[in-house]
């Protein structure tokens, strides 16, 4: 975070290319880190929420398709 | 397969026609309402995309939308900064902190003016970090700064954890870890705030569930959680404005994607395993019982204020002519703060609400001209 305009906690849906332990390591724009998965087991391909180096939720396939749903409707 | 729905999810909560249809209803749905609405957000990350997205100017006319005490640097006291710095210039211990909090002014300086002034503060991106740090320099005690709500409590706590397992004895938490329900209840309570509909924190959500937002019904208040991309922001604003006009108490989810009803309950047990909850001081609230997060008894030694022996926090005053207090509380709007844009500006910040990306201040100065 230090001095930059993008808030910790905007975070965004990172995927999870190798998971080592408990140790993850997701994609971001240009590049990989190395994130904690102490609190959500996740695989290679999951979708996940980054909170402060640690993976907080992961994304859920059923659930992506209601926002899909849910902003579908307004359109309509 | 998975991939691309929710790729798509993502798209389409960033696509510019989702946008623009539901900006158009949200603005016919307040014309149904008899007055225009007051929204308060209490999330950093909120303050910060409703800002960044335009969303804030492009409703002016129609909805009001005001700040919480949602951004985790705002809301620690002035007392518990000030034990923060204290802590800095003790002889051998090494403070760590999340970036913004270093810059924080209070009683002392800030954490970052005691760096200059030669003691050890660094910053750092995760509590793991500390935790590395503490190993690399065994002869020197490490303290980690944890502040935030439940979603970075979690993460202390296996910070914490970790260390004990390693049996690292020079790492502590110092815990000014705030817990979102009773700040909401103080907040819900204030007999001089008239607020419509509150926007719920999606990443606080998505470690404790949607249940656990349930008391705000109590209070006939109209609660949606919400994303954090554009069309998540608009979406949960409509359904809001529409829960307005229905008298519709409920709390809903309108970031499922994300958020489940019991949220992530290995995250919500770790928290419970290492922490209890505790009276805290809020800046902005106050004491408020219950509201803060200690370390439970069997990890005491992990625990900054007995290791160094630090006082209970107490009341400290706010920096001179410095609204935060209004501002986290939903009282004010950082414009109305005589100092905001003149004595007070991000490359000089009176205040914890002008020094953080995620504090109300600091938006509308970077995004409001
Ligand atoms: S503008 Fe500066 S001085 Fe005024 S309330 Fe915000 S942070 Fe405090």
Request: proline share 7%; aromatic share 8%; glycine share 8%.
């Amino acid at each position: 975070m230090g001095g930059s305009e993008w808030p910790v906690c905007v975070a965004l849906p990172l995927k999870v290319n190798e998971v080592d332990g408990n140790w993850a390591i997701v994609e971001v724009s240009g590049g990989k880190i190395r994130v904690r998965s102490d609190l959500v087991s996740v695989r290679p391909g999951d979708y996940v929420l980054v909170h402060a180096g640690f993976i907080i939720e992961k994304l859920e396939l059923e659930e992506a398709r209601k926002t899909l749903d849910m902003f579908r409707e307004i359109e309509g | 397969m998975n991939d691309d729905v929710v790729e798509r999810a993502i798209k389409s909560s960033r696509d510019p026609q989702v946008f623009r249809a539901l900006l158009a209803s949200v603005k016919r749905n307040v014309g149904f309402l008899s007055k225009k609405p007051i929204l308060m957000e209490v999330c950093g990350s909120h303050t910060w995309a409703i800002s960044h997205t335009g969303i804030r100017e492009l409703l002016k006319d129609e909805v009001e939308l005001i700040s919480g005490p949602g951004c985790p640097v705002c809301v620690t006291s002035p007392g518990e900064v000030a034990q923060m710095i204290e802590l800095s210039y003790r002889p051998g211990v090494i403070v760590t902190s999340y970036g913004d909090m270093i810059r924080v002014p209070g009683r002392g300086g800030s954490l970052e003016a005691s760096r200059a002034a030669g003691n050890h503060v660094e910053v750092v991106y995760s509590a793991m970090d500390a935790v590395t740090i503490a190993e690399n320099n065994p002869e020197q005690q490490v303290a980690f700064l944890g502040i935030g709500f439940e979603t970075t409590a979690p993460a202390a706590a296996v910070a914490v954890e970790l260390a004990k397992a390693r049996g690292l004895g020079n790492f502590t938490v110092y815990s000014a870890h705030k817990l979102m329900p009773p700040a909401l209840r103080a907040i819900l309570s204030l007999p001089d705030l008239n607020i419509d509909g509150l926007i719920l924190p999606g990443h606080v959500s998505a470690v404790t569930g949607r249940k656990y937002f349930d008391f705000i019904s109590d209070y006939a208040v109209p609660a949606v959680i919400s994303g954090f991309e554009a069309c998540d922001i608009l979406y949960a604003i409509l359904k809001l404005v529409k829960k307005i006009r229905a008298r519709d108490f409920s709390v809903e989810n309108a970031y499922p994607r994300a958020v489940r009803e019991t949220g992530n309950t290995k995250a919500m047990a770790e928290i419970s395993k290492v922490f209890r909850p505790s009276d805290a001081f809020w800046r902005g609230l106050g004491n408020i019982p219950l509201s803060g997060l200690e370390l439970n008894t069997q990890y005491s030694s992990f625990d900054a204020k007995v290791r160094f022996g630090l006082p209970p926090v107490v009341e400290e005053p706010e920096p001179p002519g410095c609204s935060c207090a209004e501002v986290l509380s939903g009282r004010k709007t950082p414009r109305q703060c005589r100092l905001f844009g003149k004595a007070c500006t991000p490359s000089n910040p009176v205040g914890p609400c002008m020094v953080s990306s995620e504090g109300s201040c600091r938006a509308h100065y970077v995004f409001g001209r």
